[in-house]
């Protein structure tokens, strides 16, 4: 049996902490490829033939280059969320909205701008910032130009709170990504993510 995270379950632990983490057993998920005859014995597929598959079902070899990068990035915003609750107290979530505050002017941003930084729909920006202005880390305030809108703030426990969180989860981000990465494969590695982010927001554009 294959067993993987889930990302959705995955999110909620970064959202509200490690305690949540959970594993799901990704057979039961519907298939990103053509399996038909999989269980047959046969060669191990050539990787440079298997990434032009063509149709809309991933190869073999793409499905396991997209499975490689869903186990690594689930792996790895796991530990970071279990580091920094255990040391700081603070989910995943929490410490990108006060990264992205105490990096603003002031330390405020308009909570819809803050949404679309973070890439959350407005319903859990707006829980989650209730959530941390209820442990003192922010507040928010009304917007004098329109009446409607919000900011968020960054209150001085939230900012002690960056402050000494930061240098442990930089620690660890570097010891997960950089410290087994040669300077040719940073290169080679920030080559794939910007071809990938390329494709990502091409694909995002087309979609109705």
């Known amino acids: 049996m294959t067993w993987g995270f889930c990302p959705y379950i995955v999110d909620y632990c970064l959202e509200h902490g490690p305690h949540y983490t959970q594993l799901v057993d990704v057979s ?22 298997e990434l032009q598959h063509e149709g809309p079902w991933l190869s073999a070899e793409q499905q396991r280059l997209w ?4 186990n690594l990035h689930a792996a790895a915003t796991t530990a970071q969320a279990r580091q920094l609750w255990e040391e700081s107290k603070l989910s995943l979530a929490d410490y990108e909205v006060l990264v992205h505050l105490s990096e603003a002017p002031d330390h405020r941003i308009r909570i819809s701008a803050l949404a679309d930084q973070l890439r959350w ?22 917007c004098d130009t329109d009446g409607r809108g919000f900011f968020a703030v960054l209150e001085p426990q939230g900012l002690t709170a960056i402050q000494n969180a930061a240098p442990g989860h930089a620690r ?15 290169e080679q590695f920030s080559n794939v993510l910007e071809a990938l982010a390329h494709s990502i927001s091409s694909a995002s554009s087309e979609q109705p």
């Open 28 to 49: 039961t998920t519907l298939p990103l490829w053509d399996d038909g005859g999989m269980n047959e014995q046969r060669p191990a597929p050539d990787p440079q033939v």
């Open 67 to 70: 499975r490689l990068w869903i």
């Open 121 to 142: 729909d407005r319903s859990r920006m707006s829980h989650h910032i209730r959530r941390m202005e209820n442990r003192g880390l922010l507040r928010r305030e009304s």
């Open 172 to 186: 660890l981000v570097k010891k997960q990504f950089f410290d087994g990465l040669t300077p040719e494969l940073c």
